[in-house]
């Protein structure tokens, strides 16, 4: 039986103006990139905000520039650590149809485990298993050096999908480690409902993937979905275009979709292109 959960109220009077906007702001800031590779953390959060608002309009994704806007981000978060993990000197990156030119950085604030696993989940949505790969391979020490303030778990979260994706040793014991670590009479998390609501779902829908657990699994993403949107129809969340999608949840489910699991949550927090692979395959990218 198929469960379908609508998304929260979104104003969109002045949508098509906004993306307008941010469309300019995002060209802009690619096309600096090569002066000033240091500003990819700005242009990864502004291409996935751009990625995200454009399924405002386009709940579906069925639309071109819905997915070239879902491109440009899996894109610039690649290249984030891309040049951040280099030794040095130039990298060239695709970005936005055209190879760039960009910099090695060493590690940066913006190059945090937050980010990697933005970037790990645009990948898998954009079904792109040589970035995958890349990007499994930066070591987990490196996103430690970005200094920017995590959670233990997190760390362990980044470890079981590295050693999902390039099938290493512990898998179960890494994510016994991240699903601990997210307990709630954990003193350690530094933002409980964050992590109840938004951190934590995404890692019950892979136990339930990896265990081949499939109606546990449409479970799982039923009540990710729940919470995902419980935790943006706040006054205080309601119009920030960061929830229109449920990420980290949409890429557990193309996994899940890939391996032939049947889907039985339906909803706009999980774009049903983006799902299904419409576009892979439509352009190189």
Known sequence: ???????????????????????????????????????????????????????????EAS?????????????V????????????????????????????????????????????????????KDRLTTLCQVPVPLLRESGAPCDEFVYSWVETLQAYWLGGPDLGTKLVAALD?????SSHISAP????KLLYPPMEIFHRLVREDHAGFNRALAESIRWHKEYWSTEENALQATGLVALAPLAMTCLAYD????????????????????WPGEYPT
């Open 259 to 278: 391996a032939s699991f049947s889907i039985e949550v339906t909803s706009e927090y999980l774009p049903i292109a983006l799902l299904e692979r419409d």
């Open 77 to 128: 978060g690649s290249a984030t650590f891309a040049t951040t993990t280099a030794p040095g000197g130039e990298i060239r990156c695709r970005i936005a149809e055209e190879e760039r030119v960009l910099q090695a950085t060493g590690p940066q604030r913006y190059s945090n485990p937050g980010a990697w696993m933005t970037a790990f989940y645009l990948a898998v949505i954009c079904r792109e």
């Open 1 to 59: 039986m198929t469960v379908t959960i609508s998304r929260h109220p979104f104003p969109t009077e002045n949508a098509a103006a906004g993306l307008s906007v941010l469309e300019n702001s995002m060209e802009s800031l690619i096309d600096g990139l090569e002066v000033d590779s240091t500003r990819l953390g700005d242009a990864f959060q502004l291409s996935l905000t751009l990625a995200k608002s454009h399924c405002l309009l386009d709940a």
């Open 181 to 185: 670590g997210t307990a709630p009479q």
């Open 63 to 75: 639309r071109l520039p819905t997915w070239q806007a879902w491109v440009n981000a899996m894109q």
């Open 193 to 196: 409902e964050t992590t109840a």
